[in-house]
Each structure stands twice: as structure tokens, then as C-alpha cells.
């Protein structure tokens, strides 16, 4: 039989499925011979079943699916769901899909529920049912194929088999998810430098043994791996993991499952990516885009999982960047050996580290959560309660964690995401569950109270809204002009937020914020977060500014002065960034102290 259109393999024990860009172009395998646990049947029994399975394959291919043809990981996905149901058939003596009956499928239902305490997921039950349908549609596409129609016992599965509806991933709760990607980057930057001193230790040691026999690299290993033990840094790593220093083989490879776990918790909650697009990450994956000096920003290069593996950038912070730059060092001389180009390099024969003279391939995903709950419940932590994580979850927390702190950030979040309509991101990733909503809430409280109290509290207040915030402030309290008391800052602050003031903070400054006057075209949510920027707000009635926004306008001040020392400066160029800086200083001028803008003034 010859193989589908979509298989690029030619083989008839296995079948290779073409991939894109997100896999590398590595093909995925079906292999034929691994369908059917190798003790079972005769070998006429297992080639006819394989020969239906083969015919089933090709006719689910050429169908594809409602938007198109089905993409290589679908068809993986479908194979292994065949073999399951192969593997059941076989265990009971069944050598065609023929022999299954009515009642069968409801025995392969209470099988896959089995003794768990939970009753099965309903997208678990309707993607079996799914298959069984399917295996229906095209009985005349294959060998042996399935008698019955599984609608007839669909009012049987609904009574015989209990289901819970699908949960989807949720967020992770800001108590828990800060203190991990906080334990993340403190064990990168603690441990990180004695990690990549003892993986190139083992690689050296590694390539050394070329030639020699089994047994003699096995005791070179093991009294490497006592030699590390005796080091006091990896000592004080063994004892935080709490493993077994009788056990060097487990000490070291837990040092290296709980360092890579720490990498993957920190650029999934920090980055916000897909675990396929994170596993997909070249080392070089870092670069630095825009003109130095003006909106130089660091990025991750890498393959959209959901665009037919079309680039894409994400924008990376320093803390993301020093965890990719740490993982690039990491296995640095190992790529060079071996070629390799990933991010994360996968292993094999349960070694810590890839094996030179060994096929090295990228972390595989089903390596990816090992190490993320690794890290996460590791004993170092001290966490009472087992955290349940996922990959998705993090990047749902990572929303959680955007628009809690600006909800007008929902726009770039979606376009962070690459969602086509910001519903979709707000719908599915951020929420409008009570619990979030309270939270929410309370948070925002927090934010405007820490705003208003800065304002008040600031010897000068800056700003074309800076006069008018002490006023508001005065009337609020009751005519009192002094806010010196911490008492009276309380009051003066529950009552601006009771009357319904409207902060919106940002880097540069305070916008106490009126639509009337709002210079960026702000509407009745608040600020318009396109046109909202430096120049825009400090023209704005609404605008503020106090010390706290000082660093901001001297950096950007003393940015474009140096920008101005350039040579070849169109004048167009120049009149732009004068102007700049004229605005930057006068801000800066109106958060001095009196006695220092009159010098200041005189001076000019």
C-alpha cells in the first residue's frame, strides 16, 4: 500500500510525516512495528491489523479536517489514540476492528476511566468518540473495519459513564506564581555559574572516554561524580535538593532536571510563550532591535506555533535576558561539538548532559513538565502544598500578570500573543472570574492609594494638573492645607478615591485623569493607550509629575543631548529632539524646589 500523500517516508515499517518550521522540518515518525505490544498474536494476526491500521491512517490523512488538511502533529496525535484503542483490542484477543461491538466500546470507556477518583474529562470522552465516529465514516477506506455506528450507544455512554466538565488551565495564583519565578531567578543567578563549571567538567570527561570500554567509563563517571560532591558549592546545591549523596548518579542529574527547570519557569511566566514555541528557541535566539540610544529593546527571535511557523519576536526584560544568556553558556561548548543549535538541548541513556558520539536532538515536550514541576515542588523551596503546573498555565499567569497592572496593556497583550482580536485574549487568558474580579479591585485600590499618597506627600508637585491635585486634595480633607501626618494622608487619600478620582500612573508620570482635557483623546475608560507618550502627556492638563519621575525625564534628557553630538544631523532631526529636550527639562524644572528653579531659571 502506498503511502499517503502527506507521508514523506517510504519505508513500511515507519511512515514520516512532514513538518514546518516549528519542528525544525524533523519528521514525525509512525512507527508500524511499535503499534502492537511485540507478545501478542501470531504474525499473520499482527500484519493484517497492521495493514488495516495502515489503510485507516491514510484514509483519516486524505479526509483532513474541517479547515484543511491536518497538520503532522493531528495525525500524530490520531495514531496514538488508534494504538490505545489496537492495544486494549489486543490485550482481549481482538484482531480486527470487526470484532468490536456496542457493548465493547462502553468496556473501552470504563477502561479508560479505570480507577481514577475523577470521572473522565468530556473532551477526553468526546475525542474517543470521535475516533470511533471516524472509524465509522471511512469503514470503506480499510481493512476489517468497525460494524456499528457509535451514535447508536451514545444515550448508553451518556448514562454509564461519568464525565466532569473540561477545566481549563487556570492561571496560577499571584501568591504562588511571584514566589516561584522569584526562586527562579535567584537559583539561576546562585547556582548558575557552579552549574556551567560542572557541565563542562562532565563533557570534558565525557569526550575523554572515546574508545574506552563500558565498564572503565562507567567507574570514570562515577568517581567524577564523587569528585563533584566534594566540592562545597555543589555540596550546599545537594543539600537544598535534599538528595542522596549515597546516590551521586541522582544528585548530579537533579541538579541539572532542577537548574533547567528554574531556566523554564522563568521565560514561561516572564515571556508568556507557547511550550512549543519556548522548546523551538535557537541559541542565538537573542538581538537587540531599534537605534541605540532612542527605543533600543532586547528581543527573542523564534517560530509562531499557530502561523504556519512564521517568525515572530517577543519582547524580552533583563531578567529574561539574563536566563537566555545564562542556558546559551550553558551547553555553549557542546554546541560547537555536536552542531546542535537549540536552546534547550535534550539528552538520552538518563546522562545529565548530551553524550558526545550520541544522536543529540532538542528537548523534547514531554521532558518540558518534568522539569517545570521539578523546580516548582523542589524542597528547596519549602512549599507545603504540590503545585500543579502546566505549561499554559504560565503563559495564562503571565496574562493575569500584564493586565492587572494596566488594563489598557490588553491590546498589546493580544498583539504579544499574536491573537487577531483582543476578546480572544481577554476571553480566554485573562477572565472575568470573581475571584479575579475581587482581586483585581483590590489591587487597583492599592495602586491609586500608592499614587495619591506619593502626590500628596511630595514637597513639589510638577505638571499642568500639579497645582490642582493639592486643591483636590484640600477640599476633600475638609479645607486642611497640611497633609504632613500619615493620618491625615490616609483620610485625605480614602476620600479622593471615595469622590472618584481617576489615577493612571505610568513611567513618566501621573494622569489625573478628566476626558474633557485628556490631550491623547482618551475616552470614558480612561487614557488612550496608542497615543498616550512622554511628549503627548506633558501638554496634557490632566498630566503630573513628582520626584519619583525624575530618573525617567534625566534620562531621556541626557539621551537625546548625546544624541544631538552626532555628526550629519539633518536640521529637521535636530529641531525634533531640541524640542524633546526642551520639554524634558522643563518638566524637570517643575519638580525643583523654588530656590533651585530660580537659579536654574537665571541661569537660562
Given at each position: ?406 488594563k489598557s496593556a490588553l491590546e498589546s497583550l493580544a498583539y504579544h500573543y499574536g491573537h487577531v482580536h483582543s476578546a480572544i485574549t481577554d476571553g480566554a487568558y485573562v477572565g472575568t472570574d470573581i ?50 501626618g500619615k493620618r491625615s494622608l490616609d483620610v485625605a487619600v480614602d476620600k479622593l478615591i471615595e469622590g472618584g478620582i481617576r489615577l493612571a500612573p505610568c513611567d513618566w508620570g501621573y494622569c489625573v ?86 537659579k536654574e531659571q537665571n541661569k537660562t
Open positions: 500500500m502506498a503511502p499517503p500523500k502527506y507521508v514523506v517516508g517510504k519505508s513500511l515499517q515507519v511512515w514520516e510525516l512532514a513538518t514546518g518550521p516549528l519542528h525544525n522540518h524533523v519528521p514525525i515518525k509512525l512507527h508500524w512495528l511499535r503499534a502492537i505490544p511485540p507478545d501478542r498474536g501470531t504474525k499473520y494476526q499482527r500484519e493484517r491489523l497492521i495493514q488495516s491500521m495502515k489503510g485507516l491512517m491514510q484514509a483519516v490523512i486524505e479526509q483532513g479536517g474541517d479547515s484543511g488538511p491536518l497538520a503532522a502533529s493531528s495525525i500524530g496525535n490520531y495514531f496514538g489514540e488508534i494504538r490505545r484503542i489496537v492495544a486494549w483490542m489486543t490485550e482481549r484477543n481482538m484482531w480486527a476492528f470487526r470484532d468490536l461491538g456496542p457493548g465493547d466500546l462502553l468496556d473501552f470507556l470504563a477502561a479508560r476511566q479505570g480507577t481514577r477518583e475523577r470521572p473522565l474529562c468530556e473532551h477526553t470522552l468526546w475525542a474517543i468518540e470521535s475516533t470511533f465516529k471516524r472509524m465509522w465514516q471511512l469503514r470503506a477506506k480499510y481493512l476489517m473495519p468497525l460494524r456499528f455506528d457509535p451514535l447508536l450507544v451514545e444515550s448508553e455512554i451518556k448514562l454509564s459513564i461519568r464525565t466532569r466538565p473540561t477545566e481549563p488551565w487556570r492561571p496560577l495564583d499571584e501568591e504562588y506564581a511571584l514566589p516561584l519565578v522569584k526562586d527562579a531567578q535567584d537559583w539561576i543567578r546562585s547556582h548558575g555559574r557552579t552549574v556551567i563549571c560542572m557541565v563542562r567538567s562532565l563533557w570534558a570527561e565525557r569526550r575523554s572516554h572515546v574508545g574506552l570500554s563500558k565498564h572503565k567509563s562507567v567507574r570514570r563517571v562515577r568517581a567524577q561524580y564523587l569528585g563533584f560532591l566534594e566540592e562545597p558549592d555543589i555540596r550546599k546545591i545537594v543539600r537544598q535538593l535534599q538528595v542522596d549523596a549515597s546516590m551521586p548518579d541522582a544528585a548530579i542529574n537533579q541538579i541539572m532536571t532542577t537548574t533547567e527547570g528554574a531556566c523554564i519557569v522563568a521565560l514561561l511566566f516572564l515571556v508568556g510563550m507557547r511550550a512549543s514555541e519556548l522548546l523551538r528557541l535557537e541559541a542565538d535566539c537573542l538581538t537587540v532591535v531599534g537605534e541605540p540610544g532612542l527605543d533600543q529593546r532586547a528581543v527573542l527571535k523564534g517560530i509562531a506555533a499557530k502561523r504556519r511557523g512564521m517568525p515572530r519576536t517577543w519582547a524580552a526584560s533583563d531578567d529574561v535576558v539574563e536566563v537566555v544568556q545564562f542556558l546559551t553558556e550553558l551547553y555553549a561548548e557542546i554546541r560547537v561539538h555536536t552542531g546542535q543549535t537549540a536552546l534547550f538541548l535534550g539528552k538520552t541513556s538518563g546522562a545529565p548532559i548530551p553524550l558526545p558520539g550520541r544522536r543529540n536532538v532538542r528537548l523534547g515536550s514531554e521532558s518540558l513538565r518534568p522539569r517545570l514541576l521539578a523546580f516548582a515542588n523542589s524542597p528547596h523551596r519549602g512549599v507545603g502544598t504540590e503545585l500543579r503546573i502546566h505549561a499554559h498555565m504560565a503563559r495564562k499567569t503571565f496574562a493575569r500578570f500584564v493586565v492587572t497592572r494596566d475571584s479575579m474580579a475581587r482581586l483585581l479591585s483590590e489591587q487597583d485600590r492599592a495602586d491609586l492609594a500608592e499614587a495619591l499618597m506619593d502626590l500628596l506627600s511630595s514637597g513639589v508637585v510638577g505638571g499642568k494638573a500639579g497645582k490642582n491635585i493639592t486643591q483636590f486634595a484640600e477640599e476633600a480633607s475638609g479645607g486642611k492645607a497640611s497633609f504632613r485623569y478628566s476626558k474633557a482635557m485628556s490631550a491623547c483623546g482618551g475616552n470614558d475608560m480612561g487614557p488612550n493607550a496608542v497615543q498616550r507618550a512622554p511628549d503627548v502627556c506633558a501638554t496634557c492638563q490632566n498630566f503630573s509629575v513628582t520626584e519619583r519621575h525624575r530618573p525617567f525625564w534625566n534620562q531621556r534628557a541626557t539621551r537625546d543631548e548625546e544624541f544631538l553630538k552626532r555628526q550629519n544631523l539633518s536640521d529637521q532631526t535636530k529641531q525634533v529632539v531640541l524640542a524633546r529636550v526642551a520639554r524634558s527639562r522643563d518638566v524637570l524644572l517643575s519638580i525643583m524646589p523654588i530656590a533651585g528653579r530660580r
